[in-house]
């Protein structure tokens, strides 16, 4: 396996003037937008800030696509915006389910360490993989809780975001041959644009969640 490091190694070939990769930066502007149009639409501050930090870290997603800045700092702050973004998320369902165990609260706390930990000395696939499965966590521990109409819409983020991590996990492996094969496909849209498809249906499930509580 070649090594995978974020912005740098994502598959869409690095243009030397102008936007570093057009593309990709392009679907993640789309998806700032969603994030943006649903954050006016929500009225509770605990939504409010889970969607404000999903946008951040969509923000910096989507500039870390269009310039390329030597070293780790990209994926350091990104990664930072992500943990923030699934602390934010936890506080989201302790308010939906209006009480949190002291044991609940342990496991997040440790599952966060064990994030950070992992972030800084595994690959940073593995710190992917741990972001995406926290989140899921208390994504699944919302569902039982959810009206029925937006559990269906549950399902759809679980499996996007299983498709997610593969489709990066494909990247990583496959990911150098594939733009020496065709170097002008920007293969990594796919990626954003299942990106889009979670962020949506996230946004659709909990930007009014708290509303009738």
């Given at each position: 396996?070649?090594?995978?490091?974020?912005?740098?190694?994502?598959?869409?070939?690095?243009?030397?003037?102008?936007?570093?990769?057009?593309?990709?930066?392009?679907?993640?502007?789309?998806?700032?937008?969603?994030?943006?149009?649903?954050?006016?639409?929500?009225?509770?501050?605990?939504?409010?800030?889970?969607l404000?930090?999903?946008?951040?870290?969509?923000?910096?997603?989507?500039?870390?696509?269009?310039?390329?800045?030597?070293?780790?700092?990209?994926?350091?702050?990104?990664?930072?915006?992500?943990?923030?973004?699934?602390?934010?998320?936890f506080?989201?369902?302790?308010?939906?389910?209006?009480?949190?165990?002291?044991?609940?609260?342990?496991?997040?706390?440790?599952?966060?360490?064990?994030?950070?930990?992992?972030?800084?000395?595994?690959?940073?696939?593995?710190?992917?993989?741990?972001?995406?499965?926290?989140?899921?966590?208390?994504?699944?521990?919302?569902?039982?809780?959810?009206?029925?109409?937006k559990?269906k819409?549950?399902?759809?983020?679980?499996?996007?975001?299983?498709?997610?991590?593969?489709t990066?996990f494909?990247?990583?492996?496959?990911?150098?041959?594939?733009?020496?094969?065709?170097?002008?496909?920007?293969?990594?849209?796919?990626?954003?644009?299942?990106?889009?498809?979670?962020?949506?249906?996230?946004?659709?499930?909990?930007y009014?969640?708290?509303?009738?509580?």
């Amino acid at each position: 396996m070649s090594l995978y490091n974020f912005p740098f190694n994502t598959c869409e070939k690095v243009q030397t003037h102008g936007i570093a990769q057009p593309y990709s930066a392009s679907i993640n502007i789309i998806t700032c937008c969603v994030l943006v149009y649903f954050l006016t639409k929500t009225k509770s501050k605990e939504v409010f800030l889970f969607l404000f930090l999903f946008l951040v870290f969509q923000i910096l997603h989507t500039f870390s696509h269009m310039i390329h800045i030597t070293g780790n700092i990209q994926r350091t702050l990104v990664h930072i915006l992500a943990v923030l973004t699934n602390i934010s998320f936890f506080y989201l369902y302790c308010s939906y389910a209006k009480s949190c165990s002291s044991r609940m609260w342990v496991l997040f706390t440790i599952a966060i360490i064990i994030d950070v930990y992992l972030f800084l000395t595994a690959s940073f696939l593995i710190s992917i993989l741990t972001t995406i499965f926290i989140f899921l966590v208390i994504l699944i521990h919302f569902y039982p809780l959810l009206p029925g109409e937006k559990k269906k819409y549950i399902w759809m983020v679980l499996v996007g975001s299983v498709v997610l991590f593969l489709t990066i996990f494909n990247e990583k492996v496959n990911g150098k041959k594939m733009l020496e094969s065709y170097p002008h496909v920007p293969f990594h849209i796919v990626v954003e644009i299942i990106g889009l498809f979670i962020v949506f249906y996230v946004c659709k499930v909990f930007y009014n969640v708290l509303d009738n509580k």
